[in-house]
């Protein structure tokens, strides 16, 4: 069992930064691809990012890349995900989560654990 903790959302304004971080309970953090997700008023939960156990392998949604890189540190058990060029359309509650069983996953359905959000707010 695997318990994920969200912090460091907020009110920006366009063009701003934020860093997210998510902290995980349990010994074995170091064993879960973990990921990043995001809901919007209205909208299906989405894949923002991935990151697998070793951080060698990198997903991110197109909407994102280029902007957003998730990383994570295994000795303190938690992960980030730091948000350049913030937009208005990047307002959502986020949510990490962690996959158990694949090297790195960018669906819903493959993420076993999951956070309880934090809400980021971009201003135009």
């Known amino acids: 069992q695997v318990q994920l903790v969200e912090s460091g959302g907020g009110l920006v304004q366009a063009g701003d930064s934020l860093r997210l971080s998510c902290a995980a309970s349990?010994?074995?953090?170091?064993?879960?691809?973990m990921g990043w997700f995001r809901q919007a008023p209205g909208n299906e939960r989405e894949f923002v990012a991935a990151i697998s156990w070793s951080s060698g392998i990198r997903y991110y949604a197109d909407s994102v890349k280029g902007r957003f890189t998730i990383s994570r540190d295994n000795a303190k058990n938690t992960v980030y995900l730091q948000m350049n060029s913030l937009k208005p359309e990047d307002t959502a509650i986020y949510y990490c989560?962690?996959?158990?069983?694949?090297?790195?996953?960018?669906?819903?359905?493959?993420?076993?654990?999951w956070g309880q959000g934090t809400q980021v707010t971009v201003s135009s």
């Open positions: 349990g010994r074995t953090f170091r064993a879960y691809a």
């Open positions: 989560a962690a996959d158990r069983t694949n090297p790195t996953g960018t669906t819903i359905s493959e993420y076993d654990y």
